[in-house]
């Protein structure tokens, strides 16, 4: 059944362009006809508005968690808000990289963002933020996450790593043997896994189980970098979380030293440690963690900090849109495409900072904001 095209969509839109399509396809100028991408003129139909400026896919957000604050869930009203700062920031397709809300009911809402939901979180008990997971047992993880990855929309996600308080520092929260058969089993049900990982001792048994996605990533080596990109395996480097760490350091100084001094180091070496994930050749996808203590809307702050690092615009605008929207099998701006997309008065791939003032943003050939 083809996707219902809200009645505001209906008309046609002349983008004066330029519209960037992908990696090797920029076109000087598009139309949206009845809510879709063209790029021939329309014949016999009347041009109802002028959109001037660099036509962007619509930026992706990788790693959001709508419907969750610092409490745990929150009602369906708060989760919708959430979507739409999201929306109004630019970000009109969002994997949702676990919520404990459920959040199926955003799939009706024609006014919000995409959402490919990842289910809920999985972690062991006392094993990480109270009210945000779904807690198990080790020998539960293949049956939880085939469940799991059943209940969303392709995508699981696991908490790999969390502070051990016995141990003063942060370790795997499961064998690699079970890891093994539990990203098996969510791979048999159709799903991709991805996982929340802050530590070295976490990503041999992640890389060796068959993980699809790495989040944070800041305890990858030289090694596990070269191995992930032979291996195609991705890495949203999530840096507006990455700049907590010293607030984490802080708390645990006194009670875990050892868990404190770490965290210290990967902040210190955040920038070298997404400029080594490029240089290796991982792909970089744009993450903000939104959702917990990090408000929405903010793809354009997190963007900024990525090239803040030392990657290049481009490729930093290219990771945040048709990039994402490849590696998570939806269109971008093609022949035909839902018209999923920002308008921006100057280039973001020549300054970054123009992520944060879109002229026109228009979600399935609606302009929704600003």
Known sequence: MAPVVPDAALGVTHLTGPVLVGDDEVRDEGWVVDGRMTYAPPVDRPVDAVLDGVVVPGLVDVHCHVGLDSGGAVDRELALKQAHQDRDAGTLLIRDAGSPTDTEFVHGVLDAPRLIRAGRFIARPKRYLRHYAREIEVDDLPRVMAEEARKGDGWVKIIADWIDRDAGDLTPLWPAKVLKQGIRAAHDEGA???????????????????????????????????????????????????????????????????????????????????????????????????????????????????????????????????????????????????????????????DIAALRSPAHVMLRGVRVAP
């Open 192 to 350: 991709r896994v991805t996982a929340h990982t802050f530590a070295t001792e976490s990503l041999d048994a992640l890389i060796d189980g068959g993980i699809d996605c790495l989040e944070h990533g800041t305890g990858m080596t030289q090694e596990h970098m070269e191995t992930a990109a032979e291996l195609g395996i991705p890495v949203v480097p999530t840096l507006l979380q990455v700049e907590n760490f010293p607030g984490f350091a802080a708390q645990g100084a006194e009670r875990f030293p050892v868990y404190s001094a770490r965290m210290s180091r990967m902040y210190a070496r955040r920038k070298e440690q997404v400029q080594a994930l490029h240089a290796a050749g991982v792909q970089l996808l744009v993450g903000t963690d939104a959702g917990g203590t990090i408000g929405h809307g903010v793809l354009p702050d997190e963007a900024a900090l990525i090239v803040d690092a030392g990657i290049p615009a481009a490729d930093v605008v290219a990771a945040a849109s048709w990039r994402a929207r490849a590696f998570l099998g939806v269109p971008s701006l093609g022949e035909g495409a839902s018209a999923d997309l920002v308008v921006y008065p100057t280039d973001p791939r020549i």
